[in-house]
């Protein structure tokens, strides 16, 4: 089997920054509800004219740079995303165009927050096939444009931003270990778009009822997550034959410092091995792993021969974990 890791990683987050005193003028929060009950201070947003295609494209340019490769060198663009420039067509093709990645084809992949460890797995495969020896993996996601800016529960969680990984073989010892995927299907409102896809169609009414906007019951949210991040790593930990306690930095989904610490305790993994960078951009959904790791190397705080497990949860619901030895 061939060992597949990551040649390059970079990140792109908007400049625009929107703080809990933002939204202190929008809806009836505060700042210390929304730390004292999520972590987050402040998050990203994209601004009009800007999309997530705009936002993957940067991320991409930066792990090529970081690979030393051009877009000519890629072949296969897989990006996560559950917030596409348009409803149809693939925004991945986008990014293909707007990056000049002539010889790549280019698909989306939908697993919302788990989406960058889902399209990982994926892409390792592909190239662990032979089909491949060079994928470029972007998560990018503008979710500000899909919250419903009058709800309190579910707007102030999120950001915008992209992360991505030129995925490639690697030498012995290192990259990717082991993964695990789950999912969890649900149908009734737990966290999704409502209208807007085939089955209710974007009519006026349902605009105006603000069906187009993301719902969720953020407890169910909660409950499933604090049980799905240790889950989903631990059982990458089995398949890769790893002890927890050799985990150098744990990558979770940044989605509220509550979950994260709950998670933490329940894997063992003391919160000192935890990256957390939750409170500058909120929940950035697939973007969110990616970026915490691309901080995590600006900081110097991810080295080669690092031991690293990436956990997420999101919409479906899904979740995933992967277990890899940083290359770089
Ligand atoms: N500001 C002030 N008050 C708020 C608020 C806000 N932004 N949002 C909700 N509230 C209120 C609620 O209306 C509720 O009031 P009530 O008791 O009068 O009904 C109260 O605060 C407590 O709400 P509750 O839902 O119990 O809070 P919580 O401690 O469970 O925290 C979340 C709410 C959303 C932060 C939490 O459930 C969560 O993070 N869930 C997971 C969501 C998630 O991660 N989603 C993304 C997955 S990828």
Redo the contacts with the bound molecule.
Sequence with gaps: MKNVGILGFGKYVPEKIMTNAD?EKL????DE??TS??GIKERRFVVEGQGTSDLGVEAGKAALKDAGMTPEDVELIILATCSPDYRVQNCSSLIQKKLGAVNAAAFDLEA??SGFIFSLVVGQAMIQAGMYKRILVIAAESISKLIDMQD???A??FGDGAAAAVLGEVEEGYGIISSYMGTEGVDDGT?RIKAGGTLYPATVERVLNREIYVE?N??D??KF?VKALPHATKEAAKKGNIDLKDIDILFP?Q??L??IDAAAKRLGIPMEKVFINLQKYG?T?AASVGIAMAEALEEGKLKKGDLIALTG???GLTYGSLIMRWSK
């Design positions: 939204w809806v009836e929060t505060s509800w929304i009950r999520t919302a927050c309190r529960n579910t102030i969680l966290l969720m953020g407890t949210v909660f997550a989904h989605a509220n509550r979950i929940n959904s949860f999101g919409a």
